[in-house]
């Protein structure tokens, strides 16, 4: 609560508490969307010849969807393991660069993701 | 304050009591589930990847990762796989339900986490059945 006094002053919350907790739950309905989607998919294509995947992943719609799910998936996986780290590591030095390890790899597998669906979409 | 740390040493403080003590209740399994099934699903990102990435580089080297798949240890993974994705999803779900407030009461709270957990193996079941039936492997017993 900002009482008249902390306006007044400019003190008060930073604004950012909630911003993790929206964040975590705008991703998860992104991907409940997104992942029985993803999930139908692979599961109709499993034992499909490389030429038919490269056909269906290749398809607009199909390419934009994965894009945006791995775009979601990486931001939700992100936020949930610092949250783990937070809970368990209390070391400052290990905690640090466990987090950092963390958007790494969360920003990695995404790019590395992205890259394959688009050269499904576009490469030879 | 300071003053008074530096002199006395740290006493153990009394815990309350917690895991070790508490009888397991079918909220708070399903709770560590959630966390456990995500950072599960944190490291099966890396087969998501794998698999794209292995049919962005050629057919040989799709054949060789879908071979590996297949394999025993590979049907398990994937398995464990969708079933912690199916769980996961359905725990969100259920924290959206007490993200509005309700089913908190002790008759709900036990519903949605038995829910979860049995519809999270039904869904998978399903999901199997369907790729098995889709693949032919059911035919063996016909």
Redesign the interface.
């Known amino acids: 609560m900002i009482t008249p006094l902390k306006r007044v002053r400019g003190l008060g919350s930073a604004k950012k508490g909630p911003d993790h907790f929206v964040r975590q ?1 705008l991703t ?1 309905a992104a ?2 969307v997104l ?1 029985p989607f ?2 139908g998919l ?3 294509l ?2 499909a010849d ?1 030429a038919t ?2 056909a269906t ?1 290749g398809q607009p719609v199909v390419a934009i969807a ?1 894009i945006v799910l ?1 775009l979601s ?2 931001v939700h ?1 992100r936020i ?2 610092q949250i ?1 780290v937070e809970d368990y590591v209390h070391a400052e030095g290990v905690k640090l660069l466990l987090l950092l390890a963390n958007t790494f ?1 969360s920003a990695g ?1 995404a790019a ?2 992205i ?3 688009l ?2 979409s576009f ?1 030879a | 304050m300071a003053e008074a740390s530096s002199k006395q040493p740290a006493r153990e403080r009394p815990l309350s009591p917690h895991l070790q003590i508490y009888r397991p209740q079918i909220n708070m399994v399903m709770s560590i589930f959630h ?1 456990i099934t ?2 599960a ?2 490291v099966g ?2 087969l ?2 794998w ?3 292995a ?2 580089t ?2 040989q080297y ?1 054949d060789f990762v ?1 071979g590996l798949f297949a394999t025993w240890p590979g049907m398990i993974v994937l398995v464990g796989f ?1 079933w912690a ?1 199916i769980h996961h ?1 359905l725990g ?2 259920r ?2 339900v007490w ?1 509005t407030g309700s089913g908190l009461d002790i008759a709900s709270v036990d519903l949605l986490s038995w829910s979860t957990i049995v519809l999270s193996l039904l869904l998978t079941a399903g ?1 199997w059945l ?2 098995a039936s ?2 032919g492997w059911l035919s063996a017993w016909q």
Do not use: C, Q
């Open positions: 739950r998860a991907n409940l992942v993803a999930v692979i599961a109709t499993a034992g490389l995947i490269k992943i994965l791995i998936m990486a996986m949930g393991m783990i790899f597998v590395i993701a890259f394959a669906v050269k499904l490469g | 966390r995500g950072a699903l944190y990102s890396l998501l990847a698999w794209l990435v049919a962005a050629g057919p799709f879908n969708s994705l999803m969100g779900l924290h959206f993200d999901l369907y790729i889709e693949r």
